[in-house]
């Protein structure tokens, strides 16, 4: 999978997942984003089989998710 495409469902996933949660969508933090992330992995989510270049998914689906909160 594309990174653009991964994108779109990671947020989408995102918005589902926050909704299950006590955060305050307006106060996201690093830390949860890497909870999402955990959950993801644990569950072999097909959301991080997309192409990562090298880097490390967690810091580009940080990136990702913390950009979307200030737009």
Known sequence: M???EAKIL???E???WLRTQSIDP???SGRDTLKFFFELQD???DLLDF???GRDKWHIINGWLLD???T
């Open 2 to 4: 594309k990174q653009k």
């Open 10 to 12: 990671i947020a989408q």
């Open 14 to 16: 995102w918005d589902r």
């Open 26 to 28: 307006n106060h996201v």
């Open 43 to 45: 569950s072999k989510s």
């Open 51 to 53: 192409q990562s270049r």
């Open 68 to 70: 979307r909160k200030s």
